[in-house]
């Protein structure tokens, strides 16, 4: 066939469509126009549009569900439906949203032609998006008059926050981030002065001053942070409020069955399983790892009570030799570690990172890669701070990524101390350690030492029956130390006191955490702390000697 011949079938008939490929001309019959686009899609994932009225539109969350999204993956020869990501999980779409209250059986052959409001018809108004935004965090956009615009933050509180977090489905409001905070939006405006009880059921019925009736500017865009649905996880374990709940085996893939898929939480139940989900392991993905997908909450633990903490600015010490206050200074930008180029590199920006990770004044400025080379982006050069800032970031710099150093110019810092201990992540986080282990003992370092863990708000021992470099290797890449040198036994750090957690622990050496390895049992040991297990791991600064007698 020719290709005209091809132009005149398109011209001809709207659901016909054709591919030119080479010379030769394919023609397929579809039942309604559909794709997937967005951020990271592919041709089987990604976000669902429409095409109607000469125009492409998204469909709206609301009841989106696995019956639905099968009529998608079938329409466009996708095999069978995995997954619903919810919350312009492959992001934001621009335009109608065409689509709203789907209501598939699962055996339509397209999407028009399950139960819906009606195109242009939908209970989609309100989204969260911008530089840095997540599911549940970002700048405020309303949809009316068929565009997308923003809320001033004039007089934006909790209150109003809280309606939109509810109208989202994320749980309650934490934070109202001001000065657009998830960085400016363009295009309209349409909502100042809001006022809400924080009872109301979405945004538009709070009062406000009307649509497009405003005096602001996108630098005042409102935001808004939520706890999400991470909330029930951390609310069943007691460890208080979820601030990040992690994609994509964050904290390394699982083994065995996957339990639940496709879960949504109000964030007011009191167990993950109270939850809608696809239902026990109805979760089949022969494309990728099934457990690439594993999802994981961070909080944090400081001694034996669950904090959480506000935290502007990401931040850690890193390199060979470091300590919780020296070493190389990294920063976590753009979801990857880079470090800091020390061109200019003085004493008023190491105290801002001294201040910033709570460890007293800076020492010292160590120069050429003091700590070991890093790897990877570096991230900022010709950091000048006056030594006043809350966050190196806020520091005059050449940007993220702007620079022309090399890895042997990475900056680092010594700090006088610790003062409090607190963990440095982005926007609000919270870091969970359901398996916390420590190196202690007569001698020891932060890669040395006596092995103990953390169970039932205790600390304990463990047995060096069968103790061996297998088990090491484990503890040593749990607390992110190297590899396995020693493997010292009969209390060679000095004998522990109170329980002794484990023994008999056989390790192949490459479980994620001492307590997935085959072991007695916990508590199941009677003999006494001479036998208490230690490592010696590559991360020490200096092999430790025993002069204990």
Not at 47 to 62: A, F, K, L
Not at 238 to 256: D, I, Q, R, V, Y
Not at 380 to 390: F, P
């Amino acid at each position: 066939m020719k290709k005209t011949a091809c132009f005149e079938c398109y011209a001809s008939v709207f659901s016909l469509r054709y591919v030119l490929e080479y010379s030769l001309c394919y023609v397929f019959y579809i039942k309604g126009v559909i794709r997937l686009t967005g951020s990271g899609s592919t041709r089987c994932s990604g976000r669902v549009e429409v095409y109607h009225s000469n125009s492409w539109g998204t469909v709206c969350d609301d009841g989106w569900d696995l019956n639905d999204a099968e009529v998608v993956c079938r329409q466009i020869n996708c095999g069978t439906a995995l997954e619903v990501p919810q919350s312009a999980h492959f992001g934001a779409g621009t335009g109608q949203i065409w689509l709203g209250d789907v209501s598939c059986s699962g055996n339509e052959s397209s999407l028009t032609e399950c139960q819906h409001s009606g195109f242009g018809s939908n209970r989609c108004p309100i989204r969260l998006t911008g530089s840095g935004s997540s599911q549940c965090s970002g700048r405020v956009e309303v949809y009316h008059s068929n565009s997308w615009g923003t809320v001033c933050d004039d007089g934006w509180d909790l209150n109003d926050a809280e309606v939109v977090c509810r109208q989202l489905n994320c749980g309650s409001a934490l934070e109202v981030p001001q000065s657009a905070h998830f960085g400016a939006g363009t295009g309209q405006i349409w909502l100042d002065n809001v006022t809400c009880s924080g009872n109301e059921s979405s945004l538009t019925e709070c009062q406000h001053s009307g649509f497009g009736s405003n005096t602001c500017e996108h630098v005042q865009d409102a935001a808004v942070i939520c706890s999400g649905v991470k909330t029930v996880v951390c609310r069943q374990l007691n460890c208080g409020t979820a601030l990040e709940a992690t994609p994509s085996s964050k904290f390394g893939a699982g083994t065995g069955q996957v339990w639940l898929s496709g879960v949504s939480c109000s964030g007011n139940e009191s167990s993950l399983t109270e939850c809608r989900h696809t239902g026990w392991g109805n979760f089949y993905n022969n494309y990728y790892s099934l457990h690439s997908y594993d999802v994981g909450v961070i909080y944090a633990l400081k001694y034996s009570l669950c904090y959480v903490f506000y935290i502007k600015g990401v931040i850690r010490l890193n390199g060979s030799g470091s300590t919780r206050c020296s070493g190389r200074v990294e920063v976590y930008h753009n979801n990857s570690w880079g470090t800091v180029c020390d061109d200019d590199w003085d004493l008023n920006d190491a105290e801002v990172v001294c201040r910033q990770l709570d460890c007293g004044t800076a020492l010292e400025v160590p120069q050429s890669a003091h700590f070991g080379a890093g790897t990877g982006q570096i991230w900022l050069g010709d950091v000048t701070c006056s030594g006043n800032e809350s966050s190196l970031t806020k520091c005059q710099h050449s940007g993220f990524g702007s620079n022309r150093c090399e890895h042997g110019q990475d900056a680092a810092v010594i700090c006088s101390g610790l003062k409090t201990v607190r963990l440095y992540l982005n926007v609000f986080h919270v870091l969970c350690l359901l398996d916390l282990i420590r190196l202690a003992g007569f001698g020891s370092s932060r890669c040395s030492g006596r092995v103990e863990i953390f169970r039932n708000n205790i600390w304990g021992t463990v047995s060096d029956y069968n103790w061996d470099l297998n088990d090491a290797e484990v503890v040593c890449r749990q607390i992110n130390c190297g590899t396995a040198l020693q493997a010292p036994r009969t209390a060679y750090f000095g004998a522990g006191t109170g329980q002794i957690w484990l023994s008999g622990v056989s390790c192949s050496g490459n479980e994620s955490s001492l307590t997935e390895c085959p072991n007695f049992g916990w508590g199941n040991y009677y003999n006494g702390h001479y036998s208490d297990a230690g490592v010696i791991c590559s991360g020490s600064a200096n092999v430790p000697q025993n002069t204990q007698s």
